[in-house]
């Protein structure tokens, strides 16, 4: 197992979805230092989607041009380094119809003539450990393996195979993204070095979710970050910060609300070793000056980021 002393990661994910050769520009420079400068955040998370037709294929394209090539990563990661951020390597993949990727599910056994788990988790190794490559190349400070797959936790073998395969390629710790509500259904996160997951709790559960994912992480004697968490602006969105479809109209408190709340949990629970703000964008981010009409996750231009930037700089 790899080392697990990383200093407190608080990452903001940065670039989801970005086609190969977005680094050609030169936009995205200026938006990862306003990232930086205007958060304090002191690592990004940098997610490499691939890309599959429906929850129930068995391709997935990976080395394609809606994938951000190698060149990209590392572009990022050395504009990274310039800026004393540290990465985060994400491998990720989502459904061109629109569902989300925690439905990618297949029977249990492999039937003759269906799409079935030997061939998805063949396609899915290969994108993983070729991001795992760009991890090692990169010396990123960790690397991720997966995204909220609910439907894929249950199999363990070969999730078992898909973690002994990227040590063979990635010295640094590795973690898995599981969903929120999910931390004790994973039953292999002996296989890896940190348990993490996406912290989009409602603002009036927060302690009782922060004390049941402790109980986990004290079982498994593996520490813990949240890969991902947020909340949009829009009204109400503090009590379901999940859903970025959910909400009553731009609401910039409401996303205030959520995150001093979280932040002030993050204080009292210092066993949680790290954060993924969700999300700010390398080529679309909007100006400041228009944030009081955006009703996204990104924080920036919006008081909520105001309260990250304090949070910097008290841990």
Known sequence: MQQTDLPFLNAYTFGFCEKRGFTRGSGWKWSLAEMKRTTGCNAIILPVCAWQDHTYSTRMDS??????????????????????????????????????????????????????????????????????????????????????????????????????????????????????????????????????????????????????????????????????????SRGKSEYRPNDWRFGEGTDLDAQTRWYEAFLEALKKNPWVRGTGWWDWSATRLYPAQTAQDNNGYCTYGKPANDALLRFSGEI
Request: aromatic share 12%; proline share 4%.
């Open 63 to 232: 080395d394609h041009p809606d994938v951000m090539g190698g060149e990209d990563v590392r572009a990022v990661c050395q504009e990274a380094r310039v800026l004393g951020l540290k990465v985060i390597l994400k491998a990720m993949v989502n459904c061109r119809d629109g569902y989300w990727r925690a439905y990618i599910h297949f029977f249990d056994q492999d039937v003759p003539t269906e799409p079935g788990w030997a061939d998805w988790f063949a396609s899915w190794e290969d994108h993983v450990c070729r991001v795992a490559r760009m991890a090692e190349e990169n010396q990123a400070e960790m690397f991720c393996i997966g995204c909220e797959m609910v439907g894929t936790d249950v199999r363990e073998a070969e999730w078992r195979q898909v973690v002994a395969h990227v040590r063979q390629i990635y010295s640094g710790p590795i973690t898995y993204n599981c969903d929120k509500f999910q931390e004790g259904n994973v039953h292999w996160w002996d296989a890896v070095d940190y348990i993490s997951s996406s912290g989009y709790y409602p603002i009036h559960q927060l302690e009782e979710n922060f004390a049941r994912i402790q109980s986990v992480c004290q079982r498994e004697g593996k520490p813990f970050l949240f890969m991902e968490c947020g909340c949009p």
